[in-house]
């Protein structure tokens, strides 16, 4: 039997052993590597074999999100679903359209995580019922999306970092980008998002629940 090849990607150790432990319990998977953070995914990324990458987003220094962007760019065939503690409605819809997988919530049970692996180790995407249920509903409403939803996905990276209260130049040096180059951002996801200052994205974020 050809085995899924497995990563793990999230901040607290208990979840990693968890998820391992559950893994190895059915035959067609294995567990190929573990990462702590985004920047440690990345790299397991580049020097591990494997078919499916299991990732949190909310993890210190670099995120998930941010890893996600540059893992696409080196594995862009690299199956990736985000497992999160966020409700679906924050991050999923944008997530999967940047390129991600699937999106499950740490919520589900251990068994749908199991089911959505087998899935898009077969280069399909996994939607659960409350993805479907927000993607219709974009298509039904196209102008009832959130605004954050409309920015790209370096423009997400970046409302994030201004959010979470970084200045331009850590962000430069985080996303090895030029201090102009994320002032542009910074200008774009202002006048997207209809917002005048980095007080105004972070309450919006906040008031969404899109950083703790």
């Known amino acids: 039997m050809i085995k899924i090849r497995v990563g793990i990607v999230d901040d607290h150790g208990i979840v990693r052993s968890g998820l391992r432990q559950f893994f190895e319990e059915e035959s067609d998977l294995e567990v190929v590597g573990e990462a702590a953070s985004g920047r440690a995914a990345i790299d397991l990324v580049r020097t591990t074999e494997m078919d499916v990458l299991l990732m949190d987003i909310s993890m210190p220094g670099q995120s998930g999100i941010d890893a996600m962007a540059m893992i696409r760019a080196k594995a862009p065939d690299l199956a990736i679903i985000i497992l999160s503690g966020y409700p679906e409605e924050h991050y999923a819809i944008g997530l999967i359209r940047q390129g991600a997988s699937g999106y499950l919530n740490k919520q589900d049970d251990p068994s749908e995580i199991v089911k959505a692996i087998r899935v898009v ?9 409350t993805v479907a ?51 542009t951002y910074r200008t774009r996801i202002m006048e997207k998002m209809v917002l005048s200052s980095n007080s105004d994205l972070t309450y919006y974020a906040l008031k969404r629940t899109l950083i703790d």
């Not at 180790?121 to 019922?129: E, K, L, S, V, W």
């Not at 409403?141 to 970046?158: G, I, K, N, Y």
């Open 121 to 129: 180790a077969q280069g399909r995407r996994y939607i659960t019922p």
């Open 133 to 183: 249920d927000l993607l219709a509903q974009q298509l039904n409403r196209p102008d009832a999306a959130h605004p954050h939803e409309q920015l790209s996905e370096r423009e997400f990276q970046v409302f994030l970092r201004l959010a979470k209260g970084e200045t331009v130049g850590d962000i430069a040096v985080a996303l090895s980008l030029s201090v102009k180059t994320v002032s």
